[in-house]
């Protein structure tokens, strides 16, 4: 990864791509849904507008390498979710944290299981990563079956972890070894 390059992985029925400012309609539906929303701990979006500048933000993090972010992608184009490594530290650490969201409508269609695999391998293989971390609102029974689905351990319960609008959240730890077997 240099200069915030970021490649097309293709799964079965979806693809990963960059985030696209031509994604913003799109993703606004996905990242201000109410049954999205609730789970992110962030201010709610409010607009096509602001959804832009989130990803403009998102995609100076890419150039940066601070940050890589793909929209998923069915194959007639719909972009039905994001997902990607929030942050990632290689020398010291070899780790990183995954972010993903779907839109409802998509939801138990495995399209995020695929999508998250496409990941986990450019992660591992690509990356370098040893190690693969998820946070969530412990409440999130969802994406503690995805994650756990996937391979993925619950280390436990950070208190306090995030600050939200509503106060300070825990939030439930999960990680992926590279040695833990996640081709399966």
Same mark, same amino acid.
């Given at each position: *990864?240099?200069?915030?390059?970021?490649?097309?992985?293709?799964?079965?029925?979806? %693809? %990963? $791509?960059?985030?696209?400012?031509?994604?913003?309609?799109?993703?606004?539906?996905?990242?201000?849904?109410?049954?999205?929303?609730?789970?992110?701990?962030?201010?709610?979006?409010?607009?096509?507008?602001?959804? $832009?500048?989130?990803?403009?933000?998102?995609?100076? %993090?890419?150039?940066?390498?601070?940050?890589?972010?793909?929209?998923?992608?069915?194959?007639?184009?719909?972009?039905?979710?994001?997902?990607?490594?929030?942050?990632?530290?290689?020398?010291?650490?070899?780790?990183?944290?995954?972010?993903?969201?779907?839109?409802?409508?998509?939801?138990?269609?495995?399209?995020?299981?695929?999508?998250?695999?496409?990941?986990?391998?450019?992660?591992?293989?690509? *990356?370098?990563?040893?190690?693969?971390?998820?946070?969530?609102?412990?409440?999130?029974?969802?994406?503690?079956?995805?994650?756990?689905?996937?391979?993925?351990?619950?280390?436990?319960?950070?208190?306090?972890?995030?600050?939200?609008?509503?106060?300070?959240?825990?939030?439930?730890?999960?990680?992926?070894?590279?040695?833990?077997?996640?081709?399966?």
């Amino acid at each position: *990864m240099s200069n915030g390059y970021v490649p097309v992985l293709n799964g079965q029925r979806l %693809l %990963l $791509r960059a985030i696209s400012l031509d994604d913003a309609e799109a993703l606004f539906h996905c990242w201000s849904h109410p049954e999205v929303s609730h789970w992110l701990g962030t201010p709610i979006l409010s607009s096509v507008t602001e959804t $832009r500048e989130l990803i403009v933000r998102l995609l100076e %993090l890419a150039q940066e390498n601070e940050s890589l972010r793909f929209s998923i992608v069915l194959p007639e184009g719909t972009v039905i979710g994001s997902c990607g490594f929030n942050n990632w530290q290689l020398e010291g650490a070899y780790r990183g944290e995954l972010g993903c969201e779907l839109r409802p409508e998509f939801w138990g269609n495995g399209y995020m299981s695929e999508a998250l695999r496409l990941l986990l391998k450019f992660g591992f293989e690509s *990356m370098g990563l040893n190690r693969i971390e998820v946070i969530c609102h412990p409440g999130n029974a969802r994406a503690a079956k995805l994650f756990t689905k996937l391979g993925f351990t619950q280390e436990g319960i950070l208190r306090q972890y995030r600050h939200t609008e509503a106060g300070f959240q825990d939030v439930a730890m999960y990680s992926l070894l590279n040695t833990d077997g996640w081709q399966n």
